[in-house]
Nanobody, 125 residues
Framework: QVQLVESGGGLVQAGDSLRLSCTNS????????VGWFRQAPGKGREFVAA???????TVSYSDSVKDRFTISRNEKTVYLEMNSLKPEDAAVYFC???????????????????WGQGTQVTVSS
């Protein structure tokens, strides 16, 4: 049973940083592909970043966050380090996972089978 829990969201100013965390309720998580997605009001769910299983040898980023966000992981937590935040980064951020041995960090929401409830990120200008 996978129960994803996101944390770390909040209200920041443009240019600030935040670190989001995604856990499987404290259980081992290393065999899962994990992705971060976000959804702003009135918009669809957007891919942000993904990392492959185990120590995450392969990562992928959307063009809009590349060079500002970093995804990483250990056995129990996947992190999304967000730097130089912009007002357009404001959204609910979701963690998603799938038990797979795929070496591809999928950008597609339909490839993920488990989702968290999301954490709100608000960026003021």
């Amino acid at each position: 049973q996978v129960q994803l829990v996101e944390s770390g969201g909040g209200l920041v100013q443009a240019g600030d940083s935040l670190r989001l965390s995604c856990t499987n309720s404290g259980r081992w998580f290393s065999d899962y592909l994990v992705g971060w997605f976000r959804q702003a009001p009135g918009k669809g769910r957007e891919f942000v970043a993904a990392i492959t299983r185990n120590l995450g040898t392969t990562v992928s980023y959307s063009d809009s966050v590349k060079d500002r966000f970093t995804i990483s992981r250990n056995e129990k937590t996947v992190y999304l380090e967000m730097n130089s935040l912009k007002p357009e980064d404001a959204a609910v951020y979701f963690c998603a996972a799938r038990y797979t041995d795929s070496k591809e960090p999928s950008r597609f929401a339909h490839d993920y089978t488990n989702w968290g409830q999301g954490t709100q990120v608000t960026v003021s200008s």
